[in-house]
């Protein structure tokens, strides 16, 4: 892998080495991140960071991040991988980020594949599934769970929606560059999963191109459609209540049939008589 990530690191290390190298690392990675979120839907505060980025920089060094983009895109190819997190831990990044590390993505894969068992079956009783990483850091497990999708057939941006939340920013944009490389339809969170308190919300271009957010408004009005079928009483389970009912004596001419009859509706339980004003609700049942 070191030999793949060669050319990255030759032309990384040579951009402005008067600064520090996780400086130079979190820079790129979040004027790659605006570069490409903005490319969709166009954030004015995200453009005035980008702005704040890069002329932080002489005019050689600010033309060495485009050509550092193209390399990174080329050695995405292929399949699903988290490049980004093992150029962190090849750069060193980790000791110097309090011990900050990475899943492997070979182990990261034997998981995935542990986990997504059965997908064929499972697709076929619903559109799509969603996926929840509460400390997703550059996106490794993410990203092996969407390879075991397209070896398996599926195209991710169809068949999967994903959050993943992380409470370091650059990690969360790492993983949000590198979903958006593979059009995986995400929101990728910078906050802490645990207090639930959440600094910003990045949506990828897949998110906005699929129609994500009607999709899961969707699926969530279904649900919540079948959660009332469940409440609904059953008409075969329910047993309907007896209607007891006097035994009517044999009339002896039309005039006492007449008497007879109102005599004995008269005497008929009250939800009998009212049964007149029941109103039927074909999606909760009846209304009283």
């Given at each position: 892998m070191a ?5 990255f ?10 600064k520090?190298?996780?400086t130079?690392f979190?820079?790129?990675?979040t ?6 979120h903005?490319?969709?839907v ?14 932080g ?6 033309l ?9 895109v ?7 991988y ?17 011990g ?5 993505p070979?182990?990261?894969?034997m998981m995935?594949?542990m ?5 064929e ?11 929840s ?8 497990m993410?990203l092996?769970?969407?390879?075991v999708?397209m ?8 068949v999967?929606w994903?959050?993943?939340i ?10 949000y560059?590198q ?20 600094r910003?919300?990045?949506f ?17 009005m279904?649900e919540?459609?079948?959660?009332l ?9 329910t047993?309907?209540p ?5 035994p ?8 006492s049939?007449s ?13 009998v008589?009212h ?8 999606q ?5």
């Amino acid at each position: 892998m070191a030999t793949i990530h060669k050319d990255f690191l030759d032309v990384f290390n040579g951009i402005a080495p008067s600064k520090h190298r996780y400086t130079v690392f979190t820079d790129f990675v979040t004027m790659m991140a605006i570069s490409l979120h903005n490319a969709i839907v166009k954030d004015e505060k995200l453009e005035a960071e980008y702005m704040r980025c890069i002329q932080g920089y002489k005019r050689e060094d600010q033309l060495q991040f485009p050509k550092l983009l193209a390399i990174f895109v080329d050695i995405s190819e292929g399949e699903p991988y988290d490049h980004f997190g093992q150029l962190f831990m090849e750069l060193g990044f980790s000791e110097d980020r309090k011990g900050q590390f990475f899943t492997p993505p070979e182990l990261a894969e034997m998981m995935a594949m542990m986990t997504l068992t059965n997908m064929e079956a499972k697709l076929a009783q619903k559109a799509f599934i969603t996926m929840s990483e509460p400390a997703c850091g550059a996106g490794s497990m993410l990203l092996a769970s969407v390879k075991v999708l397209m070896r398996a057939g599926f195209n991710p941006a169809n068949v999967v929606w994903i959050q993943a939340i992380d409470i370091d920013r650059v990690s969360a944009l790492m993983c949000y560059i590198q979903l958006t490389l593979w059009h995986v339809p995400a929101e990728v969170i910078v906050g802490d999963a645990l207090s639930l308190q959440y600094r910003e919300h990045w949506f990828t271009p897949s998110h906005y191109l699929g129609g994500w957010k009607q999709k899961l408004a969707m699926r969530q009005m279904i649900e919540s459609l079948r959660e009332l079928e469940g409440l609904r009483p059953s008409a075969t389970n329910t047993p309907s209540p007896p209607i007891l009912v006097e035994p009517i004596p044999a009339p002896q001419s039309d005039e006492s049939v007449s008497i007879v009859h109102h005599a004995a509706i008269a005497d008929m339980p009250q939800f009998v008589k009212h049964s007149r004003n029941v109103k039927v609700n074909p999606q909760i049942g009846f209304d009283f």
